[in-house]
């Protein structure tokens, strides 16, 4: 497996977050940026803009950020943290190019992992911050088959390369071999930092990738011993998946190998958990209290539900991730039960530095009151994630159901699962397979809403 997969609106939950802020997607076809860079519209004078730095995890699933602890206490001192944010592609590349983007990957066309040459990089975050007038910077790692050594568009500086120890790094064009990657990047965020220093009144945008919690799992020497043990879930329990398609029951990993997986992704976290309490330090001690930061990842992984040990499924763990948000004096709630996803972050982002976004984007802007209650879910076949894995697509409403289509090449429908998130919510118990046709849904009209969502721009996206 290789390195990274119609709305209904209203009142956000009961104790979601709000703020005054509005929702600045557009409507699809209005104020498109050409491929030439469009300035976006900078209402917010530059020196009252936040700062904005996003700190990104490879496969950390929801439910294990517990072994960071000064991260997340950080992290919710100021600000919030979304228990039901997913991504709409649990695949490495499509989902750092919607978290960049806010949009879907078929939206993107950046659908595989070899696809940003699909990319159009001017209708992005970085382009519009750049154009706003931000100084940007782009470390660690950020698109599965980029080259390191060629700056990314709308970057100002990079400092760009992956891996654990002796790992490779191209800094501002130099070759730099760092002692463990996940250190590294943290000092490169620090040393931008004290560079950006210099011209304070000017706002900047950094993006850091980290490799961890990633295979090859390499952990620190100093955490390389320490045991998590576990003993699964009932996903990881599961026995009979005849309800199952037929590509699922083809993998068959245990118990064990899950709970190694887990673990080893776990000591690896605690490096990025002294990372970002560094990072944290610098930004105080440098006076960078106007400063938003996002803490996520760019999939889930599973460990061994349903007898899966990678992402790229339609299984709750492959598209749970963790979400953090902070901006003090701007976020009124610690946790925040909305549905949130990573399209969202660059609506957002755009939002707090006031800008009115250069084209359209398919999220939604977490500073702004209410909620969505489904998410599309999408995946292409990819052979670089394994060519036994279909292509599908799924509509996700939160908490009710989920209905997913599973595809032959041609696109026709191969497959249908529909799991009734109230009563399953560990996704045992496919409704159209359990032998009782009486509990089946209609076919028709959720076939119908998917197909809708599938090709959904602006705001017509859930």
């Not at 976006?40 to 496969?59: E, S």
């Amino acid at each position: 497996m290789a390195a990274c997969a119609a709305a209904l609106t209203g009142p956000p939950p009961a104790g979601a977050a709000t703020a005054p802020a509005a929702d600045t997607r557009l409507a699809p076809g209005t104020a498109q940026a050409p491929d030439t860079a469009q300035a976006p519209n900078t209402a917010q004078a530059p020196n009252t803009r936040p700062n904005i730095l996003i700190l990104l995890m490879d496969d950390a699933r929801t439910g294990m950020t517990w072994v960071m602890p000064k991260a997340t206490a950080w992290m919710t001192d100021g600000g919030t943290y979304f228990p039901s944010a997913v991504v709409t592609t649990p695949s490495c590349c499509p989902s750092r190019s919607s978290i960049l983007s806010g949009r879907y990957a078929h939206n993107t066309r950046v659908t595989q992992q070899s696809g940003i040459g699909n990319y159009d990089h001017a209708k992005t975050l970085q382009h519009d911050l750049k154009a706003a007038g931000y100084r940007t910077a782009a470390v660690g790692k950020i698109f599965n088959d980029w080259n390191i050594r060629t700056r990314p568009p709308y970057f100002d500086n990079f400092a760009l390369g992956a891996g654990y120890n002796d790992a490779q790094f191209i800094v501002d064009g130099r070759d730099t071999r760092a002692p463990y990657g996940t250190t590294f990047i943290g000092e490169q965020v620090n040393r931008y930092l004290d560079a950006y220093e210099k011209t304070d009144a000017t706002p900047w945008f950094i993006y850091a990738g980290f490799t961890a919690p990633h295979a090859p799992f390499t952990p620190e020497p100093k955490y390389a011993t320490i045991a998590y043990p576990w003993s699964g879930n009932p996903a990881v329990a599961e026995t009979d998946r005849s309800d199952k398609p037929a590509y699922v029951r083809n993998f068959n990993q245990t118990l064990q190998q899950g709970a190694a997986t887990r673990e080893a992704m776990l000591r690896t976290l605690r490096s990025v958990d002294d990372t970002v309490d560094a990072i944290h330090r610098h930004l105080d001690a440098l006076g960078e209290s106007n400063t938003l930061v996002f803490l996520l990842s760019d999939n889930g992984k599973f460990f061994s539900e349903h007898k899966l040990l990678e992402k790229f499924m339609p299984y709750l763990q492959a598209e749970q991730v963790p979400f953090y948000m902070r901006w003090p004096g701007h976020l009124p709630a610690a946790r925040d039960d909305r549905l949130a996803a990573n399209i969202d972050l660059t609506p957002t982002a755009l939002a707090a530095a006031g800008l009115t976004p250069s084209y359209s984007y398919d999220g939604r802007n977490l500073l702004a009151a209410g909620g969505r209650d489904r998410l599309l879910f999408e995946y292409w076949r990819d052979p670089a994630n394994g060519a036994g894995i279909p292509s599908w697509a799924a509509t996700h409403v939160a908490g009710r159901y989920q209905y997913t289509e599973i595809y032959r090449d041609d696109g026709t429908v191969l497959d249908r699962e529909y799991y009734n998130l109230a009563t399953d919510p560990w996704q045992l118990t496919n409704l159209f397979r359990d032998g009782n046709p009486g509990n089946d849904p209609a076919i028709a009209p959720l076939a119908a809403a998917l197909a809708t969502q599938r090709t959904c721009t602006g705001r017509a996206c859930p």
